[in-house]
């Protein structure tokens, strides 16, 4: 691999995409020189103004605004040779290769010899626009194709050309995963690579059926959504988000390009003519196949209102009750909702069957055309367009002989190779073997390692072996290298007694068997969302205050046997880390966060204030700040007093250390999701060598009464500003009881075990309150929360 280190990248352009581009790279610790066209007056004010827009956009591009300080912008008239400088220059500008070509030019005169140079173009050709160029430049120059938004979007598709040094293909693979924690994949110089070749002829062939078997697009979108691990967004309101303009644009390019006779013999539907002519491009221009309108519903919701499109006219939003709909509500596991789409025979399973057989044949016959594997096609269409599986492990889930039979009944034509395949007696794409996972390699007929396996620790693997230990909520893997694997799989990872118990127990054998110490994390999309609120609810309702208590004080007592373990014990977290999740987090030895952590105690939003430890670690964390830095007590301790009182959630890891809910004593963050767990084991191994099982806190520096008349004000200025209900208030008076260390006459220490009994009498004192009841049963009802 080529032997480089990037310290410095050249961003040409700073439309929507270059500047997403330049607030990523800046995130992941890179200096960023960031150019667009120069102006009369301000020169740099394009790329100045893209950089201001993008510090207020929603969803944030960067991981925390502090790294905007890494970008400098400029324009292209004065700042081109500063180029010469960067060790990566990206190029981002409009998609026409007459001015890529000119840009290039420019680039090739002021770069330094054995600098990279990538495009980010979504679909021309990679090898044209190294037409005419050096030589250094061409094997120094390859497509790295960036999706929108690009901090949130895993993919990072690589395309070399013949030209194209395999040391440079080859690093962009590895830094692209490594250092920009993306999922890079390795794509051919062909018509609109892999995603987007793939992506939207399955697109194209919903719009298809969606015509052909008269199903109105709201329906399609609850089936083609979440329903069969596809975001929520299902098909028409993906095509509203992305614009209508986009997709026309890449469909017609498409069919110009792409060498299949399955997109060639695809006709643009007239209902997306009719929208692109009546500029009815989605969501930017305010109506596409939705239109949202001033008018409420019954809960003061807008009315939406969606395209019928045989009429063309907008109506109000109709779903049908279609049975697959509710079967698959019913079911968890996508692979036997799947199997159910397959088996069912209403007018929406067969919508599903005739999507996904067509979807089967087409990426059957792209292979070895786009790709020369498999895996590298089910990769881009998950990290490309967040499904949770991709084609060929969809077909999987069918099963290959089943879906080619079925496939080739219904007029697909399957590939050569796929018949070959289960000619040879295999039916499966993917299989797990002595806890490897493998692929089937068309070209070598054989199944083969995935590559980077020992840099992702994927929990299915470990299905086959025995476990440690399992319950109900959670299962204990040995991961190897005497480290364990503590995994949550309860409903949403939501912490109820199974995994209450499951972390005590897991400790336990970690302790007594000689186990070095134990991660604890998970393959999920969520770490978790949190303690189990009905549980919660069910026994506050019912007043058994009894059992109320004992269930807070076995989840404070679990956060305290996290601490204070005698094995080193570490978090691997990734998407939702709320409430409970959090106080964990707190108490173990570290954690190893993948930057897209939402990390936060959430509790005040239903009523409560954290009680497992979240709220006692809070008054521990500022007794170490302040007791270093004494003339800063009060205004420490009121932020941390509304971090807790105002719920506030870190939108990345990086911001979760802003809050104080990590520490860069002992916490670190990991750009890719998939290395969390192997990040955290290393920690782990680390940690053991020479770890000694730390002692239970007794000189805990609270403020009492001082400090209880500070918050006190605040919370009353919450209130005085509209920020905060009389309940709010409440809830606040009870926080700052526990950070204060109760109402004590004066500063003094006090033990960890002493502020965990206040936090619980705290606690158990909101549940008993009307308010509180009805801020959970809102949430459990509606799954946001109710302000009273």
């Known amino acids: 691999m080529l032997n480089k280190r990037i310290s410095k990248v050249a961003v040409l352009g700073s439309g929507l995409m270059g500047t997403g581009i330049a607030a990523h790279l800046a995130g992941c610790g890179l200096e960023v020189l960031l150019l667009d066209l120069a102006t009369e007056g301000n020169k740099n004010k394009i790329a100045s103004d893209s950089l201001q827009t993008a510090l207020k956009a929603k969803p944030a591009p960067f991981y925390d605004n502090k790294f905007a300080s ?76 960036f999706f929108n938004p690009v901090r949130y979007m895993r993919l990072l598709e690589i395309i070399p050309t013949p030209d194209t040094d395999p040391a440079v293909t080859e690093f962009f693979m590895h830094y692209g995963d490594v250092i920009l924690g993306k999922q890079t994949v390795l794509c051919k110089d062909t018509p609109a690579f892999i995603a987007n070749r793939v992506g939207v002829y399955a697109m194209a062939k919903i719009f298809q059926l969606t015509h052909e ?53 695809m006709e643009v539907p007239k209902f997306l003519n009719f929208l692109v002519e009546n500029k009815f491009f989605g969501n930017k221009s305010g109506q596409g196949f939705y239109k949202k309108t001033a008018e409420k519903d019954a809960k003061g919701r807008p009315v939406i209102l969606a395209l019928n499109l045989e009429t063309l006219e907008y109506a109000p939003s109709q779903k049908e009750k279609l049975p697959i709909l509710e ?29 996904f057989l067509g979807l089967f044949a087409y990426v ?41 039979e079925l496939a080739e009944k219904q007029g697909e034509k399957i590939a050569t190779w796929v018949k070959d395949m289960i000619a040879a007696g295999h039916n499966s794409f993917y299989k797990v073997e002595n806890g490897q996972r493998l692929c089937y390699n068309p070209t070598s007929k054989k199944y083969e390692p995935l590559p980077g396996g020992e840099a992702f620790i994927i929990l299915d693997t470990y299905r086959s072996n025995k476990p440690v230990y399992s319950n109900a909520e959670c299962t204990l893997h040995d991961i190897g290298d005497g480290v364990l694997c503590l995994e ?89 880390v709320f409430g409970g999740g959090c106080e964990f987090s707190m108490h173990a030895d570290a954690v190893v966060a993948a930057a897209e952590s939402y990390i936060g105690l959430v509790e005040v939003g239903v009523g409560i204030i954290p009680g497992g430890g979240g709220t006692k670690e809070f008054a521990v964390r500022l007794s170490d700040e302040i007791s270093k830095e004494g003339d800063v007590q009060i205004p420490r301790l009121i932020d941390k007093f509304k971090t807790i ?24 963050v990991v750009h890719n999701a998939a290395r969390n767990i192997s990040e955290a084991k290393k920690k782990v191994l680390e940690l053991a060598a020479d770890y000694v099982k730390p002692i239970p806190r007794k000189d805990v520096y609270v403020l009492g009464r ?36 109760g109402d004590l006459t004066s500063p003094q220490t006090v033990s960890e075990q002493y502020l965990l009994d206040i936090e619980r009498e705290m606690f158990l004192s909101l549940c008993g309150e009307q308010k509180t009841l009805e801020r959970i049963q809102f949430m459990l009802e509606n799954g946001k929360p109710l302000r009273n």
């Open 70 to 145: 890494r970008i400098t912008v400029g324009n292209f008239d004065d700042d081109f040779p500063k180029i010469k400088d960067c060790d990566w220059i990206i190029e981002v500008v409009v998609e026409r290769l007459d001015i890529k070509k000119q840009i290039f030019e420019k680039v090739e005169k002021y770069r330094a010899k054995g600098s990279l140079v990538t495009s980010n173009t979504s679909g021309i050709p990679i090898h044209l626009m190294a037409e005419g160029r050096s030589d250094d430049f061409k094997k120094n120059f390859c497509g790295t194709h």
């Open 327 to 355: 079967t698959t509500k019913q079911i968890d596991e996508l692979p036997r909702r799947i199997k159910a789409v397959f088996k069912a025979d209403d007018k929406g399973a067969q919508f599903l069957q005739r999507s």
């Open 364 to 404: 059957s016959n792209r292979v070895p055309e786009i790709s020369d594997t498999v895996y590298a096609v089910d990769d881009a269409l998950r990290a490309g367009f967040a499904w949770e599986v991709g084609p060929f492990q969809y077909w999987d889930m069918v099963g290959v002989s089943a879906g080619a």
């Open 213 to 265: 078997l008269g199903v109105g697009i709201d329906t399609v979108d609850a089936l083609t959504g979440p329903a069969i691990g596809r975001p929520k967004t299902g098909t028409f309101r993906l095509a509203d988000l992305v614009g209508m303009d986009t997709a026309v644009h890449v469909i017609n390019g498409m069919k110009q390009n792409a060498p299949d006779e399955q997109i060639s013999k």
């Open 706 to 741: 001082t400090g209880l008349g500070a918050l006190y004000i605040a919370a009353h200025s919450l209130k005085l500003g509209h920020y905060a209900s009389e309940h709010d208030i409440k809830i606040a008076q009870k926080v700052a009881y526990v950070l204060c260390g």
């Open 645 to 668: 009182a105002t719920a506030q959630v870190a939108t990345s890891a990086y911001e979760a250390f802003n809050y104080g809910y990590l520490l860069p004593t002992k916490d670190s």
């Open 488 to 576: 949550f799989h309860s409903k949403m990872n939501a912490i109820g007694e199974g995994i209450l118990r499951g972390i005590n127990d897991s400790i336990q054998i970690a302790e007594e068997q000689g186990w070095k110490g134990m991660v604890i994390g998970n393959n999920a999309q969520n770490f978790t969302v949190g303690a189990n609120l009905m549980m919660i609810a069910m026994m506050a309702y019912q007043q058994e205050w009894d059992e109320l208590n004992m269930a807070v004080n076995i989840f404070q007592q679990t956060s305290m046997r996290i601490r204070y373990s005698a094995v080193p014990v570490v978090m691997a977290t990734q998407g939702y």
